[in-house]
């Protein structure tokens, strides 16, 4: 009749009393709370570009006897997981001495694609005009750079050329994620 909660690990001593027969009867008993492990932290490195899995790793809690279960698999000393396919995971950590923790999630996304083969718009130079022009009109975006060839990139999809001779460019696009156009 009297409940007991927020009680923290320990031993404890649990007395009942009946006392429905005008008898009263008392029995006790040793009940043990055990502490529980920490919510695990980890690291999910996402599926590169061309990639199809990601990786995770636990980063706490770490020492001697612990263990994890990832998505209710039986508890393993790994704590890197890797070429992990694109979804949620749940992470729980236990010690010899400690009960399971409480579970971490963790998603790993689907990899990003690389962007579409560049079209471009080219303006020849003029008597007038020395330059030519070379323009990306598609893809453009905001997390997107362009490079006329090489490696150096720009976020700008205009480039000015100084042109003496034919010349053969080799424009890429590339997104946040480091993916690079054909």
Do not use: H, M, R
Not at 82 to 99: D, M
Not at 113 to 118: D, E, G, I, L, Q
Not at 125 to 139: E, F, I, R
Not at 147 to 162: D, K, L, R
Request: aromatic residues 6%; proline residues 9%.
């Amino acid at each position: 009749q009297n409940p007991v909660s927020n009680n923290g690990a320990g031993t404890y001593t649990v007395v009942a009393t009946y006392n429905g027969t005008k008898c009263t009867e008392t029995a006790s008993t040793k009940v043990v709370i055990n502490k529980i492990a920490a919510t695990p932290t980890a690291t999910v490195v996402q599926p590169g570009c061309g990639g199809t899995n990601g990786k995770i790793t636990i980063t706490g809690p770490v020492g001697t006897g612990y263990t994890y279960s990832l998505n209710g698999a039986t508890f393993t000393s790994t704590k890197i997981f890797s070429n992990k396919a694109p979804g949620t995971y749940s992470i729980v950590a236990k010690s010899s001495t400690l009960c399971a923790s409480p579970p971490l999630t963790v998603v790993i996304n689907p990899p990003s694609p690389p962007p579409a083969t560049p079209t471009i718009v080219v303006e020849q130079p003029s008597c007038t005009v020395p330059l030519g022009k070379v323009t990306v009109t598609d893809p453009l975006g905001a997390d997107l750079e362009y490079t006329i060839g090489g490696n150096i990139y720009q976020s700008s999809p205009i480039f000015n050329v100084e042109v003496n001779a034919v010349i053969n460019f080799s424009i890429k696009v590339k997104n946040a994620d480091g993916c690079i156009s054909a």
